[in-house]
């Protein structure tokens, strides 16, 4: 597995973070889901196709999935299982992709149920004083009783790229159905994305604007979106302060390798650290420039040194041939 995806999965995985691109996908930026309430569960999604008599499963592994608890409602508590696929990458056929994901939790979710009433002698508990009934024919045949109720399964996908995402967004964008009323009896299925090209400046935090994102994926993504420029250091004079392992996120993800400058809580300033990146762009923006014009190298090095107040060996050093 690729470094870029174990780190993304592993930072996805912290329960503060996942809470925080599901309340903003769901909630815009409401903290209803706790991380306190997600628990882990097994990644690997394992089915057995209807009507196969070989039995053979089939077996996906999704990056990052938790159980989330509710609040209790009539004394009982509502589970929704929450996935997150990472892609560093487009993936241009993400909502079949996601889709596979989702039918074979809820193919699961059903094998589950035939599983425990063949356990139980085809019999359902009704109430807590153990009475029981015996399933229908129709239910044993399904393995489900008409009144069970599956656990609502939701998937984000979060994509760690500046560009835009020109991919499919749903089943029915990869389709070649001209006629609507064909169109209209095919299910369709929408992904859930969050993509930093899509993402608004007022959906993140600054020293003053409380944004839609409350933990230091906001910042992830906000340098993602503005890796580019070279103003990104004036972008994010107003970023809150980040913790190690987003610094080490947006340094894996980016490239952008920048000082660690730290406040009084530990914390990382973003601002001091990206001032040096801006310099870093400016300066290798004008060696270029040069280069272009045709100026000998230990001119551009004096010439760079100066216009910038910075040492020659400093300037020297981003004149070096990049290591492959």
Known sequence: MPKMDTETKQYMSRPAIFADVFNYLIYKGRQVIKPEALSSVDTTELAVPYGNNARVPVQKHRDNMKQWITSMQDGKAVYVLLGCENQSEIHYAMPVRDMLYDSLNYASQVEMARDSYKKSGNTLTVDENGVTIRLTSAEFLSGFHKSDKLIPVITAVVYFGADEWDAPMSIHEMLQVPDKELLAFIPD???NLIAPARLDAGDFSTKKH?????????????????????????IMIDAPHVDDSTADMIEEVTNIKFERVYDEKGEVDMCKGMEAYSLKMKV???IEYLREEGVAEDEIAERVAKKFDVTIEYVKDLMMPKAV
């Open 284 to 286: 290798e923006g004008v």
């Open 210 to 234: 409380k944004g839609k994102f409350h933990t230091g994926f906001g910042t992830l993504m906000q340098v993602i979106k503005y890796q580019n420029e070279i103003a990104v250091a004036d």
């Open 189 to 191: 299925y929408k992904i």
